[in-house]
């Protein structure tokens, strides 16, 4: 694609020479001839001037130099995602039907376009939405609805009684559904307590490969629409997520928890059993949350505290040696003083 088309395709204003012919797309440090590349850290800028990419999406107030022609957009990351679709490289789209090694429920309903990939199992009384797509492996359990468009991969699990909606995504070996971790102590031993509520997901959800959502005690597990969960993440039980929440891999909520709307968790997070993450929160990577977490606040560590105040205790940690050495000096004098007393 001409630079000069691809520009006006993610809505970008072109500086230099619009000719050039880009035929991929790659990081700045891997980019070379006919390439376009991004700039979304200045403390990279060094790199990008001995790119030899054919050009580069930075933002509107970026004032570096550059080598190569550029490309100023309002948001170099949905930039990338459009250019990626652009030139990236065509996934073959699945046929509809249902593959002959399927099993599918005589009363299941199948919407128009439907396609059930190899050793695929749909049980009684499930509903899959128009043009959704089941890839090899995947079990849809029974009375479980699936809603329009939605995309599951290999080995996808989805229980009895789940409910998902339209647009919705889940990788590789994830499973929804499954009991969530109830048991009481009797007589010395654990008994189960049964799961018998369900999930619900909204529309426009990701769920990363190998994640895990448990079904609720008593209610709903709920996820809202736009929740985008990476890879590894743990959900327990009647947990209630808000509308474009987002976190990262190795992510683990305990069972009542409410993560309100565009709450984001860092990685390998820990999230204490019936707590609140207010909305817009932040929670830094390996954090442990064992409190209420205030709308808009950005914590870290562990425990978690605000974000400054971890900051600062952690400078102080780092006196710790000269601290004790201080001590110990006005612990000699001291002694001294009291001897002449």
């Not at 691809?6 to 001839?33: F, K, M, N």
């Not at 909606?165 to 994830?174: E, P, S």
């Given at each position: 694609?001409?630079?000069?088309?691809?520009?006006?395709?993610?809505?970008?204003?072109?500086?230099?020479?619009?000719?050039?012919?880009?035929?991929?797309?790659?990081?700045?440090?891997?980019?070379?001839?006919?390439?376009?590349?991004?700039?979304?850290?200045?403390?990279?800028a060094a790199v990008l001037e001995?790119?030899?990419?054919?050009?580069?999406?930075?933002?509107?107030?970026?004032?570096?130099?550059?080598?190569?022609?550029?490309?100023?957009?309002?948001?170099?990351?949905?930039?990338?995602?459009?250019?990626?679709?652009?030139?990236?490289?065509?996934?073959?789209?699945?046929?509809?039907?249902?593959?002959?090694?399927?099993?599918?429920?005589?009363?299941?309903?199948?919407?128009?376009?439907?396609?059930?990939?190899?050793?695929?199992?749909?049980?009684?009384?499930?509903?899959?939405?128009?043009?959704?797509?089941?890839?090899?492996?995947?079990?849809?359990?029974?009375?479980?609805?699936?809603?329009?468009?939605?995309?599951?991969?290999?080995?996808?699990?989805?229980?009895?009684?789940?409910?998902?909606?339209?647009?919705?995504?889940?990788?590789?070996?994830?499973?929804?559904?499954?009991?969530?971790?109830?048991?009481?102590?009797?007589?010395?031993?654990?008994?189960?307590?049964?799961?018998?509520?369900?999930?619900?997901?909204?529309?426009?959800?990701?769920?990363?490969?190998?994640?895990?959502?448990?079904?609720?005690?008593?209610?709903?597990?709920?996820?809202?629409?736009?929740?985008?969960?990476?890879?590894?993440?743990?959900?327990?039980?009647?947990?209630?997520?808000g509308e474009n929440a987002a976190?990262?891999?190795?992510?683990?909520?305990?069972?009542?928890?409410?993560?309100?709307?565009?709450?984001?968790?860092?990685?390998?997070?820990?999230?204490?059993?019936?707590?609140?993450?207010?909305?817009?929160?932040?929670?830094?990577?390996?954090?442990?949350?064992?409190?209420?977490?205030?709308?808009?606040?950005?914590?870290?560590?562990?425990?978690?505290?605000?974000?400054?105040?971890?900051?600062?205790?952690?400078?102080?940690v780092s006196r710790l040696p000269?601290?004790?050495?201080?001590?110990?000096?006005?612990?000699?004098?001291?002694?001294?003083?009291?001897?002449?007393?």
């Open positions: 694609m001409k630079l000069s088309k691809l520009a006006e395709r993610i809505e970008g204003a072109l500086e230099g020479d619009g000719d050039w012919e880009i035929t991929g797309i790659a990081g700045l440090d891997e980019a070379g001839d006919g390439d376009i590349t991004f700039l979304t850290n200045p403390k990279f001995k790119s030899p990419a054919s050009a580069v999406v930075v933002g509107r107030k970026w004032t570096g130099s550059s080598p190569c022609p550029v490309v100023r957009v309002d948001n170099p990351d949905k930039a990338m995602a459009l250019c990626a679709t652009l030139l990236g490289p065509a996934i073959p789209a699945p046929e509809p039907g249902i593959h002959r090694t399927a099993v599918v429920s005589d009363d299941a309903q199948l919407g128009e376009g439907v396609c059930v990939g190899p050793h695929c199992v749909v049980e009684s009384g499930a509903e899959i939405g128009a043009r959704t797509v089941l890839m090899s492996g995947c079990h849809i359990g029974h009375d479980t609805e699936i809603g329009d468009d939605c995309a599951f991969d290999p080995h996808v699990i989805v229980r009895h009684r789940v409910k998902i909606g339209n647009r919705v995504v889940i990788h590789d070996g994830a499973v929804i559904g499954s009991d969530g971790f109830g048991n009481y102590r009797d007589g010395g031993r654990w008994h189960k307590i049964p799961q018998i509520g369900t999930v619900e997901i909204g529309d426009d959800v990701e769920i990363g490969a190998n994640t895990t959502i448990d079904r609720a005690r008593f209610g709903m597990t709920r996820i809202a629409s736009g929740v985008k969960i990476d890879n590894l993440v743990q959900i327990g039980h009647n947990v209630q997520i976190m990262a891999a190795l992510v683990g909520i305990a069972g009542s928890v409410v993560i309100e709307a565009d709450a984001m968790l860092g990685g390998h997070a820990g999230v204490g059993d019936h707590l609140v993450i207010g909305r817009g929160a932040i929670v830094g990577g390996k954090s442990g949350i064992a409190k209420d977490v205030p709308p808009g606040d950005y914590v870290f560590g562990y425990p978690a505290l605000p974000f400054r105040k971890f900051v600062a205790n952690q400078r102080n000269e601290l004790k050495k201080r001590i110990a000096e006005l612990e000699r004098r001291l002694a001294e003083l009291e001897k002449r007393e």
